[in-house]
């Protein structure tokens, strides 16, 4: 157990990215897929299908030691009421404690539209070849995926690819 968190916060460390690049991976125009997150009270697992209709929707993989992740989160956080109206969707691999230590330092709970868990079949990583964090996934109010960008990304950019 040891050895896989050394090796993950390693690769945290690594793949630790500030400059935002847009990511191409065929996969733009192709609707939301299917995966389930272990939810932040370790019990309920959540699926991405359940998000809401008509919402945007903005995957945001992310290590809880990575400063451009943390960078991000405070972004969210101070500019939720332009964010009210998109799913916020942050998970990671990392162990569910750490994730959960993230979550309660930044008060996570109090925003309706944040859902945070823990990807434990490592699915999204898989499925988009991320290389690092932060990296985001925006996806449109029909579920279509728009555009995957890592490092840290400016909201008005966000709002506007979740158009």
């Not at 460390?13 to 125009?29: D, H, P, W």
């Not at 030691?65 to 969210?76: G, I, K, L």
């Not at 230590?101 to 945070?116: E, F, G, T």
């Not at 932060?134 to 506007?160: C, D, T």
């Amino acid at each position: 157990m040891k050895r896989i968190f050394w090796i993950l916060l390693v690769y945290a460390i690594i793949g630790c990215n500030g400059r935002r690049t847009v990511i191409k991976t065929g996969l733009e125009g192709t609707l939301l897929p299917s995966f389930s997150l272990l939810y932040i009270d370790s019990v309920t697992y959540i699926n991405t299908s359940s998000f809401p209709v008509n919402k945007p929707v903005v995957l945001f993989y992310f290590s809880p030691h990575c400063p451009y992740c943390r960078a991000q989160t405070e972004d969210f956080i101070d500019n939720m009421k332009s964010l009210s109206d998109i799913t916020i969707c942050m998970f990671s691999n990392f162990p569910l404690k750490n994730i959960k230590d993230y979550y309660k330092h930044y008060d996570l709970a109090k925003y309706p539209n944040i859902i945070v868990g823990q990807d434990y079949k490592v699915y999204f990583s898989k499925h988009f070849n991320a290389i690092g964090v932060p990296y985001l996934a925006i996806y449109n109010r029909e579920k279509k995926l728009n555009s995957v960008l890592m490092g840290k990304v400016n909201i008005s950019e966000i709002k506007e690819l979740a158009e």
